[in-house]
């Protein structure tokens, strides 16, 4: 049997319930012969009588009611495929854009983003260095440091510190080496702080951001990582203080002529609570803890 085309099978459908080529062609707009024309191939294709002409009209034959009944579940299916299509496009998205560190801890919490009844999609990205909010539309961004240029709106959240860490097993070790981000991807001063005072000693580095916590943990030596990173990692532990010279606040811009569209002004008051809720961490609070003295860490 030849290959059946959809077209055709939506023809027939047609010539099927308006029991003739006249009612198919004011439908489909084609004319009557070459409808006539098309059932006819369609019959040779499919091998199968399908109507039975006459005077009166097309009326089905056996074959044809059963197809009839195939043709119909096709086109159910492909509504109801449509129709969840739609759906799904219709919701506006909402991007929220950062670096890697804190985009992990985005990705931790997105239940306190957007429930399953939002109105609205989500979309996490990794914010590269440079970039601005200038032409992005639906992006939520979160800086090291407030937008000096472009028509966006700016709030300032938490403030993030950052601090020296080892390896828990490795806490009275001496003469740790230094593990840093590599300087062909380093931007940020934090990422950038290991190369510019203890280059000598760095014995390991990574050009991926995120490993960085897991060879400082596996042992490969001592590094700089945000407070909130490395504290919440059991097998790390602290070496002195935090870094006053790194310390910045969070700050969360959004194109201004977005701002007053409801699901970003929802995910952005959401955000700024999520944050606000981790002030602490943040800022390197431990539990139990009073305010840290922070102060610049030794230069060993």
Same mark, same amino acid.
């Given at each position: ?39 006819l ?48 496009? #219709?919701?506006? =998205?909402?991007?929220? %854009? +950062? ?5 992990? *801890? ?5 239940? $306190? @983003? ?13 914010f ?22 472009g028509?966006?709106?700016v ?36 990422e ?20 960085? #916590?897991?060879? =400082?943990?596996?042992? %490969? +030596? ?5 407070? *909130? ?5 059991? $097998? @790390? ?26 699901e ?7 955000l ?8 602490d ?20």
């Amino acid at each position: 049997m030849s290959e059946v085309d959809w077209s055709d099978l939506q023809l027939f459908f047609h010539v099927a319930t308006e029991g003739g080529l006249a009612g198919a062609a004011a439908i489909t707009g084609a004319s009557a012969p070459t409808i006539g024309r098309r059932m006819l191939a369609l019959e040779r294709a499919m091998g199968r009588t399908l109507f039975i002409r006459s005077q009166q009209g097309y009326r089905l034959a056996p074959d044809g009611v059963v197809l009839l009944d195939h043709v119909r579940t096709i086109r159910r299916t492909t509504a109801d495929i449509t129709r969840w299509h739609g759906d799904a496009f #219709a919701l506006p =998205i909402v991007s929220i %854009a +950062g670096d890697i560190w804190v985009m992990d *801890f985005i990705a931790e919490n997105t239940r $306190a @983003l957007r429930g399953p009844a939002d109105s609205f999609r989500l979309c996490c990205k990794h914010f590269p260095a440079g970039e601005d909010l200038t032409y992005r539309h639906g992006m939520i961004g979160l800086f090291h440091s407030a937008p000096k240029s472009g028509n966006v709106a700016v709030r300032k959240s938490v403030t993030v510190a950052y601090a020296v860490y080892r390896a828990a097993d490795l806490a009275f070790e001496a003469d740790l080496p230094w593990v840093s981000i590599g300087t062909e991807v380093a931007v940020s001063d934090a990422e950038k702080w290991v190369f510019r005072n203890h280059e000598p000693q760095i014995h390991t580095w990574t050009n991926a951001p995120a490993v960085l #916590a897991r060879l =400082i943990a596996g042992g %490969a +030596g001592r590094g700089v990582l945000p407070a *909130f990173v490395g504290d919440a990692v059991p $097998a @790390l532990v602290r070496e002195g203080s935090l870094i006053e010279d790194l310390g910045h606040p969070l700050w969360l811009a959004v194109n201004d002529d977005d701002r007053h569209r409801p699901e970003m002004r929802l995910a952005l008051d959401r955000l700024a609570g999520l944050f606000k809720r981790h002030e602490d961490r943040f800022a390197g609070r431990l539990a139990g803890e009073e305010q840290p003295s922070v102060r610049a860490a030794a230069r060993s």
